[in-house]
């Protein structure tokens, strides 16, 4: 069955204290690995696709990075306002279009 | 581009009430998705469409949930006989079909059933 699990659960940083998310993932046949963030009350921000071993992607602060069975988020100087949960999701290269998310990171960024 | 919009934004109603939400997806995005979201979880799939097509639906979906997309653009989801346990966040999203998509999030509708 495909799965999704994100570690740590809660991740607590002081500001421009680097660190990283993982995303480990069973699937069959990997379509696209997610990251999403997501604020309080709010709907997931999308932030990066993956689709093969190997790939990087970066933005800002945020670096993705994909291997055959999980996933890092780094996060390098992390600011307050980074402070969120941090979902990864991914989708099955079989089986249509179902997408599976993990239960996120919630990372705590302090001045 | 205005983004995924989702009405209500909130809706509070009695166990036994049935409640139904919308979802107006990124235009021209012909394939949209609801997902049920529970306090310290991920979201849930529920469903998906393709243009006015639903191609899956969960296994979790009991018969008290429908969702349709009459027309190809805007969905509805509807819960008949609303139970406590329906109280959640939820999410619809809107992609357009390539063999790499990507889902774009609408705010939500958050459901407390009393």
């Known amino acids: 069955e495909d799965q999704v699990t994100q570690s740590p659960e809660a991740l607590r940083l002081q500001e421009g204290e680097s660190s990283s998310l993982n995303c480990s993932y069973t699937?069959?046949?990997?379509?696209?690995l997610f990251w999403y963030r997501q604020d309080p009350g709010k709907g997931p921000e999308f932030l990066f696709t993956?689709?093969?071993a190997g790939e990087e992607k970066e933005k800002e602060r945020l670096k993705a990075t994909l291997t055959k069975k999980e996933s890092f988020l780094h996060i390098t100087a992390p600011k307050p306002e980074d402070s969120a949960t941090y979902l990864c999701?991914?989708?099955?290269?079989?089986?249509?279009?179902?997408?599976?998310f993990g239960a996120g990171t919630r990372l705590f960024v302090k001045a | 581009d205005t983004g995924v919009s989702q009405d209500p934004r909130h809706k509070i109603t009695k166990r036994g009430q049935n409640v139904t939400f919308r979802c107006d997806p990124i235009s021209e995005h012909n394939r949209l998705y609801w997902y049920r979201q529970t306090l310290g979880q991920g979201p849930e799939f529920l469903t998906y469409?393709?243009?006015?097509?639903?191609?899956?639906k969960s296994r979790l979906l009991s018969d008290r949930f429908s969702a349709e997309r009459p027309k190809g653009s805007f969905s509805t989801l509807e819960i008949q006989r609303t139970e406590q346990g329906d109280s959640a966040m939820y999410l619809c999203?809107?992609?357009?079909?390539?063999?790499?998509?990507?889902?774009?999030f609408g705010p939500g509708t958050r459901l407390l059933v009393l």
């Open positions: 469409f393709q243009n006015e097509a639903q191609l899956e």
């Open positions: 993956l689709y093969s």
């Open positions: 699937v069959s046949g990997l379509r696209g």
């Open positions: 999701a991914v989708q099955a290269g079989t089986g249509g279009f179902k997408t599976i």
């Open positions: 999203a809107s992609s357009y079909t390539t063999q790499k998509e990507t889902q774009y």
